[in-house]
């Protein structure tokens, strides 16, 4: 059988990742009508080792070893000069592709081959839909799915007849190429950073039919570290050649001076180029001034014949930029000299920002805010990237509102679905609206369970208040740099900087205190008082317990087991534990509360036991973990950080480590888990059915790691951050 496509993944430096990746391409039938071409793009860790283990059991896949690092580019160059489908896709190794998604797509691709065999033309490019996932797991759907639903190209068309096309993204990794037609466009994927828009527009241009599947058929990972949108470097100036080979081909296509075509290409490169200018931390500070003279040169060598400049802000940024105006530039990005739709002050700026003038009006008018007084009485709350209501912040707000009433506080979450989770009556803004910009930029507290984005700047006299969310087993922060899987490409300058904002440090007991100390190196107050989070489980009643069993219709001599394990760095589809072999050897006196973590593919699954099994429960979209704590009567989990957290309830915990030496390995940790034990650790099935059918067997062990982990857990914890860090808003 010929093969229909033929997929490109180049490797490096995504040995975390890769797994699941590998997964999702090979883990449909073997019905011929694919290939996989991977890439070793010399990567430093065990991506190689890997790509030979799936290699060896599957023969679709195909594996190239560079003799030297090529890039993303490069990578992809040698693996399409070894594809011999009709079609080709470039995957990301990073990223992975939805159940049924390779089923849809050559499916789509069948029909275009039996329009071929009827004489008409296929496409050259088939476009699909995707969706952005975040470091927290949430999800984004595609952003510009609106300017393609119900769009000419869902039957088949051209970008003259549907120019918007050019405002999508321009990746590689949600168009299918037809191999033939790429291959005779003469072009070629550049080397260094925004490698693939040398070959996009040109296609984009040159594709005589093209079609959209309106479809999520990849899962694209945001905010990633080591990723190029956060990554400083001096490679962002890459981009410079690729425009060039842009608009070389353009002219070898005789694309005219003066086609719309051309103009619109030519706005969005600058558009590109200004963004990147304009996002804090990409281009190094010594390299700002010659980025900004290769954008005007790029302007005046590319500009299209009678080009006419856009009004509103845009326009204004695009004249700067045209003649050279840097420093004048720079004023009205911060918000010196404002469009006149903007330069009446605050009262203007929102509805510029609801025109969706989208992130160049959004950075003019955070800026313009800024230039208001500071709130003195105004707080603003987050939690794990926006995701909701939780953890520290949550307690620190409750106890806020209770102590200090006159500080007013809001909490961000990412969209309205997440908003209508909030408990009644809290008050919120919505990620990047009018009013979320306004309260970052005119607050004067924030707290928060990770950093808020760079973007947000600190301003003089502001209190940042960093919670963090667990203690520390693994290795943290600047202990990293010595555990390159682990670290995955962070971004350590990065880091710093946003440990630089940082006023105070909450630490949950003094373990974490001098660790945190050395992982997270800054000038902020520690705070020694407990993780206000847990001060509900110190503070719990015989009657709350009993609510929370009821809650998960737990019956009175029902022993509820929790088991929920931490990821391991390259394994994000695993659960280290056969549950289904474990019910049946509880038996039916027991119930198991599953929670996966967040990076498992989908949850555990489906998870079924007989009648002489026990119950089976997958909690793992529960949103508030301390009510499963409060239900369970013991908890099974490996590395993660619950452990410190349950163990302030004082009830037996079980550790099942099977992979303890690799993980202290690949991951790093701060202590012997063995050693140090917070109840009964096993290593295998049989010795975690006798620790859990035994009862409460180490109760000296969890004594001992109670007295090092917990000793600040008397419930007062939250009070006593609201108290240093509201003093003068005290009733």
Known sequence: MTVLLSIVLPVHGVERFLPRCLDSILGGPDDGRFELIAVDDLSPDRCGGILDEYAARDPRMRVLHLAENQGLGGAREAGLAEATGRYVWFVDSDDW?????????????????????????????????????????????????????????????????????????????????????????????????????????????????????????????????????????????????????IFAFLDRHGMDAADPLRTLVFERTLKQALTVYDSPGLVPATMRKEFFRRTSEHFARHRPAGYRFPGGASGLQYRLAARGSRLAYDELRRGGRLPRELRRGARAVAPAVRRGVRSGARFTAYNAFRRLPLDEHLAVYAAYWHRGYGCNPAAIYEKAKELAPRIRGVWVVENRAQAAGLPAGVPYVILNTPAYLKAMATAKYFVNNVNFPHTMVKRPGTVHVQTQHGTPLKMMGMDLRDHPVAADGMDFDRLREAVGRWDYLVSPNPHTSEHFARAFPGRYEMLDTGYPRNDRLANTTPAEVAAMRERFGLPEGRTAVLYAPTHREGQGAFLPLDVEELARRLGPDFTLLVRAHYFLTGGPGDLVTGEDAAEIRDVSKHPIVEDLYLAADVLVTDYSSMMFDFAVLDRPLVVYAPDWEEYQEVRGVYFDLFAERPGAVTTDLEGLTRALLSGDSEPDSRARFRERFCPWDDGGAAERVVRRVFPADLA
């Open 97 to 245: 592709l939805p159940e049924g998604s390779l089923d849809a797509i050559t499916a789509e691709l069948e029909r275009e081959l039996e329009r071929e065999r009827a004489d008409a033309a296929p496409a050259d490019i088939l476009l699909t839909g995707f969706t952005h996932v975040y470091p927290d797991d949430s999800t984004e759907p595609n952003p510009w799915r609106h300017l393609l639903t119900g769009s000419p190209l869902v039957a088949g068309g051209t970008l003259r007849e549907h120019p918007a096309l050019l405002r999508a993204v321009m990746s590689v990794w949600n168009k299918v190429f037809r191999r033939d037609f790429l291959l005779g466009l003469g072009v070629a994927f550049g080397r260094g950073f925004y490698e693939d828009i040398s070959v996009t527009y040109p296609a984009l241009v040159a594709a005589g039919r093209m079609r959209y599947l309106d479809r999520s058929c990849y899962y694209y990972r945001r905010g990633r570290p080591g990723a190029i949108t956060s990554t400083a470097s001096p490679k962002h100036a890459d981009a410079f050649a690729q425009y060039d080979a």
